[in-house]
């Protein structure tokens, strides 16, 4: 079956400049999560939807970004005004939250360049 | 704050057992351990996880200390494409859901020829 995708690959845009980044969660999946990674570093959580729960907004930087999730689908990342340190690929992952753990499986990333 | 500490770089002859440990401490009962991988410039992709026993998968084998304060990610036979870097991870179901993931540095496991 698909996996989790996410658009566009790639993204260039420039300082000051709106961007929304979208991931289709694998069919089923309740629980999507966001990850920014700077280059070279880790996995930076930044906010995580759970079914019709309120999400975990914890992770987000600052009030330029905003995630919006419809149902148990698709989900939009939206940065606004965006700056040269917002440069990273930001993944998305969806789980099917069970009993027995909560694995995540991962989308490719998009991969944005703040000019 | 990521809950677990890896060693920054392990090297492994191609062909050996890759034994890459983690330490999670402060982990609680409710917590499982995770184990994924991301090879350069794709996402992150899931290994194999446990709660309190070893647990063994086409990819790879997990122990877990009988305390579970720590455990090794076993790669029975490295190869060159298990070059990538590995994150070890607790997490623990709270009401509501799961705790969100923290994801350390990880450590970054070169298989040498």
């Known amino acids: 079956g698909a996996g989790v995708s996410q658009s566009p690959s790639n993204k260039v845009t420039e300082k000051g400049k709106d961007v929304e980044l979208r991931c289709d969660p694998i069919s089923g999946h309740t629980a999507l999560y966001w990850y920014r990674q700077r280059l070279g570093q880790g ?3 930044l906010i995580y ?10 992770g987000l930087p600052s009030d330029r970004f905003s995630a919006e999730r419809t149902g148990e689908s698709v989900s939009t990342l939206t940065i606004q005004r965006t700056q040269q340190e917002d440069s990273a690929v930001y993944l998305c992952a969806s789980s099917f939250q069970a009993g027995d753990g909560d694995t995540q499986y991962f989308g490719p990333g998009t ?3 703040v000019l | 704050d990521a809950k677990t500490t890896q060693p920054t770089s392990m090297d492994c002859a191609e062909g050996r057992a890759a034994n890459l440990p983690c330490n999670h401490s402060t982990i609680s009962g409710n917590e499982y351990v995770y184990w994924y991988r991301q090879i350069h410039s794709q996402g992150p992709q899931y290994i194999i996880h446990g709660l309190k026993n070893n647990e063994t998968n086409e990819m790879a084998s997990l122990i877990i200390t009988e305390d579970r304060k720590s455990s090794t990610l076993i790669l029975p036979h490295a190869t060159l494409r298990d070059t990538a870097v590995y994150y070890c991870i607790v997490r ?4 509501g859901g799961y705790q969100k993931v923290t994801f350390g540095t990880g450590t970054k496991l070169q298989v040498i020829p």
């Not at chain 1, 939807?49 to 914890?58: T, V, Y």
């Open chain 2, 92 to 95: 623990g179901r709270e009401s």
């Open chain 1, 49 to 58: 939807f759970q079914g019709n729960s309120a999400p975990d907004k914890s």
């Open chain 1, 43 to 45: 996995l930076e959580f």
């Open chain 1, 111 to 113: 991969r944005l360049t």
